[in-house]
């Protein structure tokens, strides 16, 4: 085989993908329609064959953005696709708003901060404030990491519906680990969500990183869906071990009123 050492020009456009243009092209073909439809319609209207369809559909459904309505054998945009929309016009206003709220966080509590969004599987970092004198962290801007391992993750998929999370993680094939820890199957995570809503906010230690441990508050639409998670990471040892540091309570209780502040602002 020849290597050329010339760079290859390259028009826009004409990159050969078609496995992802047929994947985007069902994707704006359902964000189209009223009702849900067939796989026939589909094949129809979109002058592709039943096989590449079926299989698309099948990776779509197993990843959220496509949900399949068994009784009518028919298929509709699932929860992942509305999420990723709603994180699109979001972000940027959730940034430029949280950016201020998150640096007095930070003054009070003396620990580093962050905001993530959900994205799949993953939480997605998109601002971080390192407190003075500490370390830094895995959770630095444009960073993602097993949602199911971080307490901004776990606080996002506590406040989902349950059928989403059950496209999310369908399988045990569906879990990562880092340090060999946290929910490996699907009853074991939505076990460890309950005590999430029973708390009213996520935690996590050692799940990412040995000795940190994250406490996170969930930001909230109107109609009560995740947009956001504000979360506080620090060293363990440093929260409660003497006269002069922050009780766990103390530390959970800055982080809801932030993050409640932060969804006041963002959405009224």
């Not at 999430?196 to 040995?210: K, L």
Request: aromatic letters at 6%; proline letters at 7%.
């Amino acid at each position: 085989m020849e290597h050329s050492t010339e760079p290859r020009a390259r028009t826009r456009g004409t990159a050969p993908a078609p496995a992802a243009s047929a994947t985007l092209g069902i994707l704006r073909y359902l964000a189209k329609q009223q009702r849900p439809v067939s796989v026939a319609r589909m094949v129809q209207d979109l002058d592709l064959p039943r096989s590449t369809v079926y299989q698309l559909l099948g990776i779509l459904s197993d990843e959220g953005f496509v949900s399949h309505l068994h009784e009518e054998q028919k298929y509709c945009l699932g929860f992942a696709a509305f999420e990723v929309g709603a994180g699109f016009g979001y972000q940027q206003p959730l940034v430029r708003i949280g950016r201020p709220i998150v640096s007095q966080l930070v003054r009070k509590v003396k620990q580093t901060a962050h905001l993530s969004v959900l994205h799949g599987r993953d939480v997605l970092y998109v601002l971080e404030e390192r407190a003075p004198k500490r370390p830094p962290l895995v959770t630095d801007e444009g960073v993602t990491l097993p949602a199911h391992l971080t307490a901004s993750g776990r606080v996002l998929l506590a406040h989902l519906p349950e059928q989403q999370v059950r496209a999310l993680y369908p399988t045990g094939s569906a879990f990562s680990t880092l340090q060999g820890t946290g929910p490996d199957s699907p009853p074991k995570l939505r076990k460890m969500l309950a005590e999430v809503r029973r708390r009213g906010h996520g935690f996590v230690s050692d799940d990412v990183t040995p000795g940190v441990s994250s406490i996170a508050a969930c930001i909230v639409d109107r109609e009560q869906h995740p947009i956001a998670a504000l979360a506080v990471t620090y060293y363990t040892s440093q929260i409660g071990n003497g006269s002069n540091q922050l009780s766990q309570e103390e530390l959970i209780h800055w982080v809801q009123t932030s993050a409640e502040l932060i969804q006041k602002r963002l959405i009224g």
